[in-house]
Each structure stands twice: as C-alpha cells, then as structure tokens.
C-alpha cells in the first residue's frame, strides 16, 4: 500500500478512490481552533465556518518531539483536554454533514479494534460502519490517512446519544466538520490544504477531476495531467493566511522518512521563524524510486525530484532536502530548468543525505527540477531524441525525434509542455519516431519500460515565427493519453472524436520507418529524412488554421471567446456538450472580415466538449470554466 493515501467514506455517491469505499460525514457549524495564529482562518470562504480541531507545538514537550507523536511535522491532538470534549460531541450529535480526520494507526491494532466513533461514524482498521452498514476499507495501519465522511440523514433519524469513543493508539492531527454536503470541488480544496499540510497523497483517485491539489494555493498547484510522474511524494512549504497555512519546514507523512526545511537544521515538529510573504508556495514532488533504478545504457541523469515557486516572495534562497538515503559518491546533484544547471551541495551525515537547493540561482518562470547521474555512458545508449528547431528549418514549429534500440521496446513515451498543459502520453513500438509542431514551452520527455527510466530530458523551446501558442492545428492528430490502469485509451469528446483537452496547439505524432540515423545529430538526422525523400521543409507546410478558445479555463462572469484562425467566409455550427456528452446548445457563427470570434457565457462550472463542424473543416476541444480563478 502506497504511504498517505486519502480515502473517501460516502453515502451519498459511491467513492472514486479505486480502494475507497461508501461511507459517512457531518453536520453545523462554528470555528473552534486551539491553534494560535489566525484563528479567523476559514477554508471556504463562502460556507459556514466548521467545526476545527487541530493541536500546536506548545501541547508537548521537548522530551517529546519523537515521530509517534506527530503526522508528518504536525503534532497530534491531546484529548485529555477537557475544552476538546463539546466539540466533538457536538460533531457526534449531527445526522449529516462533511467530516475530515487526519490519522493514524498503530500496527499492533487488533481487527476488532475500535479506533474512534463519533455518532452514527465507527471506525476499525478494516472497515468503517455507518448506522449498522458496514463497508470494507484498506488497512489503517502507521502510514498516515486522509478520511472524508460524507452523509445525510434520513428524515425519521430518532435522535441519539452523542457517543464518543478515541481508540487507545489512534492519533488524530486534524477534525474538521461542515454541516453540508460539501461539493466534489469544494471538498478537494480542504482535501488538499490537509494532504500538503501533513504530506498526504490524494493522487489515486480514479476520478481525473479529483486527482489535484486544488486552488487554495493556486489553479492546480499539483497538476495529475503534468506532474503524474511525480506523485510518490508531494510535500508543500508557504504561507495562505486565510487558511492559517505557515509551514517553513515539513516532513514526510511518517514523520521521519525525509524532511524539506527552509532552514538547515531540521527537527521533527520544529517550525522555524522564516519570513514568507502572504500567497507564496513551494511544491516538492517526487518521483518514484522504482522507475529511477539506474541502468547501462538508460537515462545518463535523473530528474527526481520537481520544484514548482508559485508567487514566492521570501528571504530565504535555499530549501534543505534530507533523504533517509545516501546518495552514491559519484552522482553530483544538479538544479535544472532545462537550459541550465547549477550544482547542488551534497552533505551525508548519519546515514542521511542533506541537499542545499539554492531555489532562487535561476531566474525562471519555469518549473525546477533536481537531477542526478543515474547511469554510466560506457553502454551504447538505449534511447535518444533529437529536436530540429524552427530556426534551423526557417519553420513555424519546431519538431522531436525520438530513437529507441530494439530490446527498448516497447516502451512508453510521457511528453508534456508544463507551460500549455499539453500532454501525449503513447506506446512507441518502433525504433523511430516524431513528434511534429512543438511549440513554445518549458517540456519534459521521459520515455519509460517497466520499471527502468531510458531517458529523462528537459528542453526549452522559444517562440518561432508566425508562432500563435494558442492556435489548433488542422489535419489528423494523434492525442493519445494513458489510462488509469495499464490499458491505453484516446481521449475522446462526444461520439469518440478525437480531441485536443488543452486549447493548445495540437502536436502531430508518427512513425518513421527504419532504425533511424546511425548518431542522432542534427547532420546525421536531416541524412536520414533525406534517405527516406523526406525534405525537412515539408514539416513547415502544415496548414496554420483551427479555433482557439481562451480563457480556458474560462469563468461565469464573463464570456469565452472562440477565435477563428484561417477560417474565414466558413459557416459553422458550433455544438456544446457537457462532460457526459450531451448536447447543450447549437450555434452558428459564419467568421468573415474582421469578425472572427464567437462569445458564449456558460452558467455553470464544469467541463464541456465544443464542437465546430463545417462543410470543409471540423475538430472538438475541451474547456473547463472554473470561477474561482476570478
């Protein structure tokens, strides 16, 4: 079982947690906090204000700043505390609601053990029973957990006694309860702020709307389409004040596995005096240590690690890494954007590796990642890429080629553009391959088999000519993206038609027949195509006409446009379905002179499929208005 994995108890609509269960919640309202600093913090600003119970460093001594007292860098509650009682009675008394626990177990648990009732909710490490109903759970065990109880009461509930029972070993950091049936978003912003505060992942969610750190610190501070790779650990530092988050150093879920401080000296449960300006962030994730097992002939460095500053105002330059790992000698940790690379001081002590990250050395709008050497070039490398730029093809794109040797296959190709939110994610069975009309952007390429990493790259692409970065290409595109399980499947809009989910420029993806040039440079490479009767001025001669839409994510307080590009004197029909496929409206728009955009105002939040259909001309795109980004 994965460490920090949430889980959802509902009896409302069934869970998408692939070990989730049906399950539970609660009801009221009015904050209680024994925390000390803003004690008017409150998560959703528009609800009113929970239930809240979460301990401070104060509630312990020094003697016990030791990981069985803490969930990630967090104390847990003491409930000998007798002011603690009315709270959770009172949570115990109400018939329906939203409930979060943050807790943990103990592995010495028996499996009738009761390890807390509050109400109608009783909880045992292998189930949960709500009103005598009883669902199966995955194991609560040492590991911290993430529950959401959400239930309604019937209407001819006989009131009962408010039981309260905490199980002898449970440890809980943090209660919080909503008297309403909170909304999948609205649950997920509390969801996330706990899971970041206590190094809790929420990234197993079957439901692809549910796998994100959501906006109480930015749009997606973890993005699932992005940063999938990187989900075995996500760790946060900041400050939100209207959420009374102010965390400047944190530790694992486990409280001991590794620890991210801003200052050098890090101590489980220590919070250290650094200033941080209100709204800025530090996003730590991790990649999984299977896939980063180095190997002769695979990727010569490893991104491991992605650092994401979102508004980071601080004098602090520097977060200190420690691994419960020692690093091998050899390897020299570096800090890359993709163009450049700074070394990373390295210290081993007890056991342990302390990286220095020096966060602010690069000036960069871009994500940041920290990599190391994974393998020796004294094997002929099983995979490579080569980019043929714009400038070097007079082009209006720039395009990838990818070369694997034959005991690579098959394997996986994982592109993203981290600036657009563009991803293709595809199966590569032959040695070579391209990817056609990449665009500006920050990107990352891994290409993947089993559970070895054969390239790991970064690279930067800057704008190129008569370059539009929101502009969707014409012609048949392949948008493959992987399934939840090992199943590939395409991602689709209604009636399975092929589509572009970003409002980005749309990638082309191909095969190219052979083993490819001998040396992958850009010489040996244009030999190559030459070979085939492939001029490299042909990949500039893709049609330049589609729809964008912006601002996508759009909101309901102003009107999304959609901008024909190349289509002019066109009539079309503009049909838009919701995310179930089906049909809202129909439209018709026929783009001539200076008129070129459509406007449309969407009234609710969600996803939505927009259809441009025309005599001559047709594709789908997916847009999501989010109005809390206003």
Partial sequence: MYRGWSRTLTLIDMCNFPFALPASGLRWAVLFSLFTFWGNAQILEHLPEAVWLKQTDSAYSSTQHLSRYYIG???????????????????????????????????????????????????????????GREMEIDTIGEEATLLRFTFQGRADHRHRPATVQLGEHTRIAEIIFYDQLLEKEAARIVESYLALKYSINITENTDPELRDYLDIFSDKAWNWKLDRLYNEEVLALGRIDRIGFKQ??????????????????AIVGDMPAVSMQDGSMIILSKKDQELSTPECGGSPMINGWKIRLMNWSSPADKIYLTLD?????????????????????????????????????????????LAWEASSRECDPLAESELLTCSRLDSSFNHL????????????LHLANL????????????????????????????LSQENR???????????????????????????????????????????????????????AFSVL?????????????????????????????????????YPNPGNRYEAVNFRFIGLGDIPFTIQIFDSKGNLMSTEAFRPEGNVDEYHYHFRVDGSYFIRFNSATYSETQQLRIKSNLR
């Fill in 401 to 412: 080629f990818v070369k694997l040797q034959p005991e690579a296959l098959p394997a996986q």
């Fill in 248 to 265: 400047s150093q944190t530790y694992t879920s486990d409280g001991k596995s590794l620890s991210i401080s801003l200052d050098s000296n």
């Fill in 419 to 446: 600036q657009t939110g563009q991803v293709l994610q595809t199966y590569l069975t032959e040695p070579m391959s391209q990817v056609r009309s990449l665009n500006k952007g920050q990107y990352q390429l891994t």
């Fill in 325 to 369: 790992t020692l690093l091998d000698s050899n390897q020299q940790a570096l800090l890359t954007n993709g163009i450049y690379e700074y070394p990373v001081q390295t210290t081993l002590l007890n056991g342990q590796t302390r990286l220095a990250i020096p966060i602010t050395v690069l000036d960069t709008p871009e994500d940041l990642y």
């Fill in 453 to 507: 990493i054969l390239l790991d790259e970064l690279f930067v692409l800057e704008n190129c000519r008569e370059n539009l970065t929101d502009l969707t290409l014409s012609g048949n595109i392949l948008y493959e993206e992987a399934g939840d399980g090992d199943e590939q499947t395409t991602n689709t809009g209604p009636q399975g038609e092929s589509g572009n989910t970003s409002g980005h420029a749309s990638w």
């Fill in 513 to 549: 027949p052979g083993n490819g040039p001998l040396n992958m440079d850009e010489q040996s490479l244009e030999a190559y195509l030459h070979s085939l009767g492939l001029n490299t001025q042909d990949f500039t001669t893709i049609e330049s006409r589609g729809v964008s839409i």
């Fill in 73 to 131: 860098n967090h104390p847990v509650l003491d409930f000998a505390a007798d002011e603690d009682h009315p709270k959770l009675e009172h949570i115990a008394s109400q018939s329906s609601g939203t409930l979060f626990v943050v807790l943990r177990g103990n592995p010495l648990f028996d499996a009738g053990e009761k390890l807390l009732q509050l109400g109608r909710v009783a909880l045992y490490p292998h189930k949960a029973i709500l009103d």
